[in-house]
């Protein structure tokens, strides 16, 4: 986002006269205040004042800033006294919001099941999340307030609960690449981490995510030292960071065997197990059916299964298969599938977001743990 002085420069002109213009002051003569409005639509500009303003009209850190805004003694009173003047005469007004939520913390972190009423989105890896949250957070004299979140204008909700100091800071799960709650939450200053964001692009919001990539090239790999290559992909619809990153694992450990991969041996479908019953259906009965499946997802190893069973395929001996979140009815059934580490995962969480939360964030707020392979008869044949 552009600033002030951004503006400033670029019209030629200082600070203070931007400000007064913007302000459409009558002491800025008109052509000044052409200028400058031309200036700030080029940029995308809408006045706001911000810390960084003050660090840029009184010539000092923004670190420094916070520091005098709050009457640190770790700066010297003559410095404190200049950012506060600099504050002044910009005519700055603290986000009422943050300084409540570093004052009179409520004690609750929010955290909503992303879409409640669309199916697709149902997954159990999630569920066990948030137990492991709620331990953790209660570890640190925190709770957890669970909400639903609306199909459209999620931002209202998040914004609603944060404004009313009913919760201290967000937990995001399924990420987009260009999530408005992100978006949202950031321009409000609100403290939020995300389970999930390593794979969109040029994130610079707190996040934990396993690598969700390299589980799937786990997966081709072992597939592969047990002699398949005709090896199929059962992924989430394109668009979703989850989904894409495990299909640039699944192409680029193919490419690396020398295997090419058949359009037919890749379908996309909704984490339901019907959805995935006919996505399977669509696998096997094209062209050139794979001799093995990765789904991206247990939801749809479970769907596939079904359809297995429907045509008297046998899991393992016809068809491998394998799943994605070890859900414990893949221990069940012998699928193979891959671990995520969920107990750390939400330890991490929450302990990055209750640095956002303080106002001392941690040295690394974006974590990325490893997942695992846990092989079972599926594709042991």
Not at 28 to 52: C, F, G, H, M, W
Not at 208 to 231: M, N, S, T, Y
Request: proline residues 4%; glycine residues 8%.
């Amino acid at each position: 986002m552009a600033t002030l002085k951004e503006v400033a420069d670029r019209a030629g002109v200082p600070m203070l006269a931007a400000l007064y213009a913007l302000k459409h002051d009558s002491s800025v003569d008109e052509p000044t205040r052409a200028r400058v409005a031309q200036s700030a639509e080029s940029l995308n500009y809408k006045l706001r004042i911000t810390q960084i303003d003050i660090a840029d009209f009184a010539g000092v850190a923004k670190a420094t800033v916070s520091y005098a805004l709050n009457d640190s003694e770790l700066i010297t009173l003559a410095m404190r006294q200049k950012v506060q003047e600099a504050a002044r005469v910009l005519g700055y007004r603290p986000n009422a919001m943050a300084r409540n939520l570093r004052k009179n913390q409520s004690g609750v972190v929010g955290y909503s099941w992303h879409i409640a009423d669309d199916p697709r989105l149902m997954n159990s890896l999630l569920d066990r999340f948030i137990y492991r949250v709620t331990m953790a957070t209660e570890a640190k004299g925190f709770h957890l307030l669970t909400f639903i979140q609306p199909q459209t204008n999620a931002d209202t909700v998040y914004e609603d609960l944060i404004s009313t100091n009913r919760v201290d800071g967000f937990i995001l799960s399924d990420v987009h690449y260009d999530d408005s709650r992100v978006a949202r939450l950031s321009a409000m200053g609100a403290p939020f981490v995300a389970f999930g964001g390593m794979y969109v692009r040029d994130a610079t919001f707190a996040y934990v995510d396993v690598d969700g990539k390299k589980g799937i090239e786990l997966v081709v790999d072992h597939l592969i030292a047990q002699g398949h290559e005709r090896i199929g992909l059962l992924n989430y619809d394109r668009g979703w960071p989850v989904g894409d990153a495990r299909e640039a694992g699944y192409r680029q450990a193919m490419q690396r065997a020398g295997i090419d991969i058949h359009p037919d041996w890749v379908a996309y479908t909704a984490n339901v197990l019907d959805h995935a019953a006919s996505a399977t259906r669509q696998l096997l009965t094209g062209a050139h059916p794979p001799t093995a499946i990765i789904c991206t997802n247990d939801v749809m190893a479970f769907g596939a299964k079904t359809y297995f069973d429907s045509v008297g395929l046998r899991m393992g001996a016809d068809v491998a298969l394998t799943g994605y979140d070890d859900d414990p009815t893949s221990e069940f059934l012998g699928i193979t599938s891959v671990h995520q580490p969920v107990e750390e995962v939400a330890v991490a969480v929450v302990d990055i977001l209750l640095g956002e939360i303080s106002g001392d964030p941690l040295p690394e707020r974006q974590v990325v743990f490893e997942p695992s392979l846990v092989v079972r008869q599926s594709t042991l044949g």
